[in-house]
């Protein structure tokens, strides 16, 4: 019987979902249920397939020598990605000049956001959990990730007659997660559908400014990400890991429109490893401790996001910045993005970061509130993508065969 790819699904929900919640916004609430479901039901798996991916790669990986070959590698890739964005973001804000001029009358509050900047130790504080469950049930990731790369790594210092049983069982898990997630996964294009069109019948009222005074400023946020995904990564894909740009992108479809439409790499995450495990051909081992890290740490869409906000609202407030400001800036992005949660709005939260790092006015914030959700869901996606090219470079770095290999 004929029937269509899950990603075809998910870009005509997709496509129907847009006028659906812009000339009938009065019935989104017929269809918002499907959209909280199908989100609740990825949360649902989020935590514990996070606890056990994290587990069973780090034990698969072996011993402590092979574990920080590919950490480090796996940081490299992150760091090098993340700052190239940032400076693809740096060189395009400069150019085109968004903020000069632009007026200052905010229109929206930002209290309602219950923005509070964070500084950057905290970030760093609270990766180490105080209390392993507390950070279970607030789903935590950076703590959780933590804490199971350590018991990952500490089961495979114990005696044979122990240590067997516990891997199995992380194992057992792991797979048992991933079958529930292909389940859920089925239900993508319903729930795209609710989530997409709820959001653009609540952003109908931000067109003005769309079109408006934050055009050029959604023009230098989405031209950077473009160059990023299209430009940078794909180079990256061909000259680091030798890997078919074209046809990586095709095997990703499904998590990047999902990326899309949720505006999460977290809840993203399910479809991720599913689809760079089942259609790239990435082993697991390599999949299971790369993907589920990039997901909460790398995030080159937010770094070059936050890099471009910044300095947008800085042209906006009239202030220079100076070469060691822009410097700072660049590197309170790169924190920013990695201290971001891969949730909605979390890079819009840690813009507070850098303005307070380089003294800008946290009410700044206000002027790009009004177009965030959109620039979200793009650079979620970009996330998303890094995250999956990432996974098929290092990959290869390790000698791996992959179904997206350039022949
Ligand atoms: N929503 C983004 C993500 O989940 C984070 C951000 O707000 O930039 O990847």
Redesign the pocket.
Known sequence: MFKLKIHWQILIALILSVPFGFFFPQYVDYVSWLGDLFLRALKMIIVPLILTSIVSGVTNIGDAQNLGKLGLKTILYYLSTSLAAILVGLTLVNLLQPGVGADLNFNKNVEEFGLVSDTLGNVLLRMIPANIFEALVSADMLAIIFFSILLGFFITKIADEYKTPLINLFNSGFEVMMKLTSFIIKFTPLGIFGIVAVVVAENRDSLPEIAGRLSVYMAAVLLGLIFHAFITLPLFLRIVGKVNPLAHFKAMTAPLLT?FS???????LPLTLEAVEHYSGVSNKITSFVLPLG?TVN?D??AL??CVAAMFIAQAYGIELSFIQQAVVVFTALLA?IG???????????ITVILSAVGLPLEGVGLILAVDRIL?MC??TV??WSDSCGAAIIAKTEGEQLLVDIK
């Not at 949720?262 to 993203?268: I, L, Q």
């Not at 971001?340 to 840690?350: E, N, Q």
């Open positions: 990326a949720t505006s999460s790499s977290s809840a993203t997901a995030m869409g937010t996001y936050e993005s971001a949660a891969g949730i909605p709005m979390a890079g819009l939260v840690m979200d650079r979620t996330n998303v």
